[in-house]
């Protein structure tokens, strides 16, 4: 059988070391990790000692020696430094240098001054197991905080390296080996076995690592997406519901509102068909134009409620509020009128616009008057203001009740999701509201009035 020539399997393992590095870089380049650039100078750095190892009969001493044995515990060194990147534990770099230069001192002083080759040998195996050492242990570091099978390999294949790197210590303390990395025996058969394993094994691995990490997050960014499409489709739902159930409370503003401009058309209808039995005169036309206003007027009611309650996806449009406030007013005028609450609006006297969703924002208005006439039940005098005016490039609308207020435990609730003072409530149209609000890039905050009562805010961008 052929024995292993040495030099030509250090210079292999050496070109395995520099190329596989470079190929798993630039597949993680993009990344832009530090530890990926770190793992590479680590791999190109013990590929270089393994070449000026193998090169030892035809190349300088002070290559073969001194750099290459530097390179042989600076590349494990800056592979632990990229595995620490991992788990966000780095070491400054200068801090590595000086270490492996204070191991390269104290080699130097066993092969230059004391010309001890067996001291020489055993400090520098001991120093390269303990690198690898070091970075096995890291790599189970990685293992158990990510489970990554990958790093668990890597831990693996640099514990053997390490193991096989310091069984060489009793061998040359026994005399059962020469202590030269050029000598043919077992254990230097099987070191250049494992360095060659562990340079495919660890560059793969690392790659590895990147994968698995890259896949956790697609699957959790995956997670957090389906959450999120959960909570908006729960939400439309809840804010549909919360449109249905108001069609209830607003039934019977829809037949007040309604049986006004229907008995006028009927009064109308009927004297107009007593005028056409007297024949034609002057004032059929007039008959005419209030039959067209008043039916206009009570499409208009129908239109709004219709409008309200229906079902669709957000619009975005360029919205002036004073529109919006009139339209819901109206909506709202017969339970205010019923339960006796004076309505005052109060609106500047520009136009003021907003981009909005103009049923959303009728929603968010129908929320907080409903919730502001149940507040003033008990109150000698029913008020409710509605105040709208501009700061900077800000809508602020405040609608302020002249109720008994909120209670301080409930200040820092109300608002949030399913959180009610009111016993029959659901507690969702505030929390609606507020996901409107910030929506359409404003804010609506709840609190108490300092003249009495409860204070609504809803602050929009202006659209100018």
């Not at 592979?79 to 204070?102: F, G, Y």
């Not at 669709?312 to 909506?331: G, H, M, P």
């Not at 339970?335 to 609450?341: G, H, M, P, R």
Request: aromatic share 8%; charged share 15%; with cysteine.
């Amino acid at each position: 059988m052929t024995p292993l020539h040495l030099p030509t399997a250090y210079f292999i393992a050496g070109i395995l070391y520099l190329t596989m590095p470079v190929a798993v870089w630039l597949m993680l380049r993009k990344q832009h990790a530090p530890s990926n650039t770190l793992w590479c100078l680590g791999g190109l750095s013990f590929g270089l000692s393994l070449i000026f190892l193998g090169m030892r009969d035809t190349w300088p001493e002070a290559l073969t020696y001194g750099v290459a044995i530097w390179l042989l515990v600076l590349g494990p060194l800056l592979r632990v430094n990229a595995l620490r990147h991992e788990l966000q534990k780095p070491i400054p770099l200068t801090w590595l240098l000086i270490l492996s230069l204070v191991f390269i001192a104290v080699y130097g002083v066993f092969h230059g001054v004391l010309n001890n080759a067996s001291m020489r040998f055993i400090w520098s195996s001991l120093g390269a197991a303990a690198a690898f050492g070091w970075l096995a242990f890291l790599a189970r570091e990685v293992y158990r905080r990510d489970q990554s099978i990958s790093a668990r390999w890597i831990f693996m294949f640099y514990l053997a390296l390490a193991v096989v790197l310091a069984l060489r210590v009793p061998s040359v303390l026994l005399g059962l080996s020469e202590p030269t990395a050029m000598t043919s025996d077992p254990l230097s058969t099987l070191l250049i076995f494992m360095g060659v394993v562990t340079s495919i094994v660890g560059n793969i691995g690392f790659l590895g690592m990147f994968i698995e990490r890259m896949n956790r997050e697609a699957l959790e960014s995956a997670k957090v997406q389906a959450r999120q499409e959960e909570a908006t489709r729960l939400s439309d739902q809840i804010a549909q519901l919360d449109r249905r159930r108001s069609v209830g409370e607003i039934a019977a503003s829809l037949a007040h509102e309604l049986s006004q401009p229907l008995t006028n058309i009927y009064l109308i209808a009927d004297r107009m068909e007593l005028t056409l039995q007297q024949r034609q005169d002057e004032s059929l036309n007039k008959y005419f134009a209030d039959l067209n206003r008043n039916t206009q007027k009570a499409g208009d009611i129908l239109g709004r409620i219709r409008t309200f309650i229906q079902s669709k996806n957000t619009l975005f449009e360029r919205v002036e509020l004073s529109q919006v406030i009139t339209d819901v007013s109206a909506l709202i005028h017969d339970l205010a009128y019923n339960e006796s609450v004076d309505l005052q609006v109060s609106l500047p006297p520009q136009g003021l616009a907003v981009w909005a969703d103009p049923v959303q924002l009728s929603q968010i208005f129908m929320n907080v008057l409903r919730n502001a006439i149940q507040a003033t039940q008990g109150q000698a005098s029913r008020r409710l203001l509605i105040r709208v005016w501009r700061e900077g490039e800000m809508a602020h609308i405040t609608l302020t009740d002249n109720g008994p207020g909120l209670p301080a435990e409930a200040l820092s609730q109300v608002g949030t999701a399913f959180f009610t003072t009111k016993t029959e409530g659901l507690g969702v149209g505030l929390s609606i509201s507020k996901s409107i609000a910030q929506q359409h890039g404003g804010s609506l905050s709840i609190g108490n009035s300092p003249s009495g009562g409860a204070v609504v805010e809803l602050q929009l961008p202006v659209v100018d």
